[in-house]
């Protein structure tokens, strides 16, 4: 499985941005779509997840601002951030895991929030 994200850049605080993410290859054997991040100097932290179905998880820190949708496809996923702040400020990672629990990653997509 491939991952192509896309959809990074510069917003001021308080504005919007929106990843996406296509996933090529194996893709039936895909299960999850996710979303990780890793802020400058931290490690990488998970964001968004989306199952099969379509149900959503997100990690604290983004309810309620993020949104993370799969496509009909089932090979995409793309990630609404609104109320952007500086703390989210990060490369983001588009991830799948498989069905057998295998991991892969995208080359991620810097995300830069100015105050």
């Known amino acids: 499985v491939q991952l192509q994200a896309s959809g990074g850049g510069l917003v001021q605080a308080g504005g919007s941005l929106r990843l996406s993410c296509t996933a090529s290859?194996?893709?039936?054997?895909?299960?999850?779509l996710s979303w990780y991040r890793q802020p400058p100097g931290k490690e990488r932290e998970w964001v968004a997840r989306?199952?099969?179905?379509?149900?959503?998880k997100y990690a604290d820190s983004v309810k309620d601002r993020f949104t993370i949708a799969r496509g009909n496809a089932q090979n995409t996923v793309s990630l609404q951030m609104n109320s952007l702040k500086p703390e989210d400020t990060a490369v983001y990672y588009c991830?799948?895991?498989?069905?057998?629990?295998?991991?892969?990653w995208g080359q991620g997509t810097l995300v830069t929030v100015s105050s």
């Open positions: 290859g194996a893709i039936f054997s895909i299960n999850t």
């Open positions: 991830s799948a895991q498989s069905w057998a629990g295998k991991d892969f």
């Open positions: 989306s199952l099969t179905d379509g149900t959503p």
